[in-house]
C-alpha cells in the first residue's frame, strides 16, 4: 500500500466512476448505496482481522466517498479532478459533524460514515459550483 492509501483508494475510484458515470442517476445511485451496504460489512471484517479499527489498507470507504462526491457533479475532467480534490480535501480535515462520528462510531459503519460525509460535503459543493457556471 502506499504511503497515501486515502488518495491511492481515490485514485483506484476515478476509473470506477468512469465505468458508472453513464448510467440513469437512479442506477448510479443504487449501485452505490449497495456499495456502501457492502462496504460496512467488508470494512468490519476487515479491519476486525486487521486488529486496528480504520486500517490505512481498507480504501473501500474511499472509493464509495468519491462515487458519492461525483453523484451530481456534470460531467468532464475538471469536474473529476475537482471531485478528486473536494473529497480529499473533506476527507483529510474531517469538518464537524464528520470528526465526531469518524471518532465516536464503531465497526463497519464507522469507518464508512465519515467518508459518506465527505463525499456529501463534496457532492453538495460541486453541484453548487456546477449550478453558478450554468
Same mark, same amino acid.
Given at each position: 500500500?502506499?504511503?497515501?492509501?486515502?488518495?491511492?483508494?481515490?485514485?483506484?475510484?476515478?476509473?470506477?466512476?468512469?465505468?458508472? +458515470?453513464?448510467?440513469?442517476?437512479?442506477?448510479?445511485?443504487?449501485?452505490?448505496?449497495?456499495?456502501?451496504?457492502?462496504?460496512?460489512?467488508?470494512? +468490519?471484517?476487515?479491519?476486525?482481522?486487521?486488529?486496528?479499527?480504520?486500517?490505512?489498507?481498507?480504501?473501500?470507504?474511499?472509493?464509495?466517498?468519491?462515487?458519492?462526491?461525483?453523484?451530481?457533479?456534470?460531467?468532464?475532467?475538471?469536474?473529476?479532478?475537482?471531485?478528486?480534490?473536494?473529497?480529499?480535501?473533506?476527507?483529510?480535515?474531517?469538518?464537524?459533524?464528520?470528526?465526531?462520528?469518524?471518532?465516536?462510531?464503531?465497526?463497519?459503519?464507522?469507518?464508512?460514515?465519515?467518508?459518506?460525509?465527505?463525499?456529501?460535503?463534496?457532492?453538495?459543493?460541486?453541484?453548487?459550483?456546477?449550478?453558478?457556471?450554468?
Amino acid at each position: 500500500m502506499p504511503v497515501a492509501p486515502g488518495t491511492f483508494g481515490t485514485l483506484v475510484a476515478i476509473p470506477i466512476y468512469l465505468l458508472l +458515470e453513464p448510467l440513469a442517476l437512479w442506477t448510479y445511485l443504487a449501485v452505490t448505496a449497495l456499495l456502501f451496504l457492502v462496504g460496512i460489512g467488508l470494512c +468490519e471484517t476487515t479491519a476486525r482481522d486487521f486488529g486496528v479499527h480504520d486500517h490505512g489498507g481498507i480504501v473501500w470507504d474511499e472509493i464509495v466517498g468519491y462515487l458519492v462526491t461525483m453523484s451530481l457533479a456534470p460531467s468532464g475532467w475538471q469536474w473529476i479532478v475537482a471531485g478528486f480534490l473536494l473529497f480529499r480535501l473533506f476527507d483529510i480535515l474531517k469538518p464537524w459533524p464528520i470528526r465526531s462520528l469518524d471518532r465516536g462510531v464503531t465497526g463497519g459503519v464507522g469507518i464508512m460514515i465519515d467518508d459518506f460525509l465527505a463525499g456529501i460535503y463534496s457532492a453538495v459543493i460541486l453541484f453548487g459550483i456546477s449550478i453558478l457556471l450554468r
